[in-house]
């Protein structure tokens, strides 16, 4: 389903990603795993088209991400440790947006039971730069809930989250892969993926090796 | 698509009321002064008022258009936008026109103020004089919204966004100036009308190369 091909950057002359590649399948669940400032989150941020790479391409079902139109990275949903969300709306405008953008027409009743999964819902008026560090994780974790995502990328998803929110995770990555769902999940903890991914890559200075390989 | 972006931005500036108000406040403090300082001779004033209006325009759009990038910026909520399915000229678009709506209503409470405080007589011509004001306005936000994008990723965007838009505005508001000075002189529009011609040509130049390169411009 999503083929990256030889993707590089740099950042002021620094290579960040060294000629990257990978292939996920339909229900992979691939975990990539690197110390701080490996290129992980750099690498994620490329495949959601937040960042350009300087060269090489990234195909989904066969069309460019890079070149396609802007419909072609319909199904690729990020979510981020940064929140990706405006501070000032509350978090039911925040949804509504966000199902706005990937096309999605979501009443109020839909919003609200997906913040009622999240624990939420009583903080559903609430602008969301008063939430907490756990709560924005939360409330990214919605957005899986209204965008009909093909392949999700989780960036450090368990980051900020206490005891609950870690279990919340969980429970979702479980089903998840219970139904097959492709994921890129990005973690600095290997043995964490080791649970809830069926392929593992490291990423270290830039290099993407698959993690098995280079440990045998 | 564009309804939600544009209703987005005006709906942020709803609630954080912190565009306009800069902006109003900006502009009315610096009226005062005007004001205080051409107190003895309004002849003097009214020969300058184009031009230190025109300049109270762009420092506020200046103020406005960081601001409004800015937000973008918090939570990286800017993310939301590029990583979903979004033409991003559509991005452009929306912040021309919210840039343009912020301008507008920063000038409403502005531009009478002026008029009061510094006793200029109201144009003859008013018609093209707001003719003017709004095709400028639509210029600059063009312009700064294209330049705001394009600083929007750098770490210090506040310093960089002056130093690119004034350059790039000045023929802009150059002519602007020309023209509200000629229009407030009387004077009739096929005198004046290259001035005008600039106006509409930097308007279409900006807003077509904001929609064509926007899309390479906003990422990282």
């Known amino acids: 389903m999503l083929e990256i091909q030889n993707v590089s950057k740099s950042f002021f002359m620094r290579p960040v990603l060294k000629n990257v590649s990978l292939k996920v399948e339909d229900g992979d669940s691939v ?7 490996a290129g992980k989150t750099t ?4 495949l959601a088209r ?4 300087d060269s090489g391409d990234i195909l989904l079902d066969g069309e460019s991400l890079l070149k396609g139109k802007p419909n072609v990275r319909a199904g690729v949903l990020f979510i981020s440790h940064h929140p990706n969300l405006y501070p000032v709306l509350t978090g039911e405008e925040n949804l509504l947006l966000t199902a706005r953008l990937y096309g999605q027409t979501k009443s109020a009743g839909e919003i609200s039971s997906a913040l009622e999964e999240v624990g939420l819902s009583r903080f559903r008026w609430d602008p969301i730069r008063n939430y907490s560090r756990g709560m924005l994780q939360r409330l990214g974790l919605a957005k899986t809930l209204i965008v009909p995502w093909k392949l999700l990328l989780l960036d450090e998803p368990t980051t900020g989250l206490d005891e609950d929110g870690s279990r919340l995770i969980e429970q979702f990555l479980l089903r998840w892969r219970k139904e097959g769902r ?3 999940i990005v973690s600095h903890d290997i043995g964490w993926l080791e649970t809830y991914c069926n392929v593992i890559y490291s990423l270290s200075g830039g290099v993407l090796k698959n993690y098995n390989e280079s440990e045998g | 698509m564009f309804t939600a972006l544009l209703k987005k931005d005006l709906l942020i500036e709803l609630r954080s009321k912190e565009i306009v108000i800069s902006m109003a406040a900006f502009g009315v403090s610096v009226i005062l002064l005007y004001s205080f300082s051409f107190n003895e001779s309004p002849r003097t004033f009214s020969i300058f008022a184009s031009g230190l209006i025109w300049m109270v325009f762009l420092f506020i759009s200046v103020l406005g258009l960081h601001r409004s990038f800015s937000l973008e910026k918090e939570f990286d909520a800017i993310g939301l936008i590029l990583s979903a399915p979004v033409d991003r000229s559509l991005i452009f678009l929306s912040k021309w026109v919210s840039g343009f709506l912020f301008l507008l209503i920063a000038q409403i409470i502005i531009v009478p103020l002026f008029w009061l405080f510094l006793d200029l007589d109201i144009p003859e011509q008013i018609g093209l004089w707001l003719l003017i004001f ?3 306005d ?3 936000a063009a312009i700064g919204s294209l330049v705001a994008g394009i600083t929007l990723r750098a770490r210090m965007s506040e310093v960089l966004l002056p130093i690119l838009l004034f350059p790039l505005v000045s023929p802009l508001l150059i002519a602007a100036v020309k023209s509200t000075d000629a229009i407030l002189m009387g004077l009739p529009f096929e005198e004046w009308k290259i001035w005008a011609a600039i106006i509409f040509t930097f308007v279409i130049a900006f807003s077509v190369t904001g929609v064509l390169i926007f899309e390479y411009v906003s990422e990282e």
Request: hydrophobic share 55%.
């Open chain 1, 43 to 46: 690498l994620l941020r490329t």
């Open chain 1, 182 to 184: 492709s994921m890129i």
């Open chain 2, 138 to 140: 639509l210029g600059i």
């Open chain 1, 31 to 37: 975990g990539i795993a690197g110390a701080n400032g």
């Open chain 1, 50 to 53: 937040i960042s350009a790479c």
């Open chain 2, 134 to 136: 709004i095709m400028t």
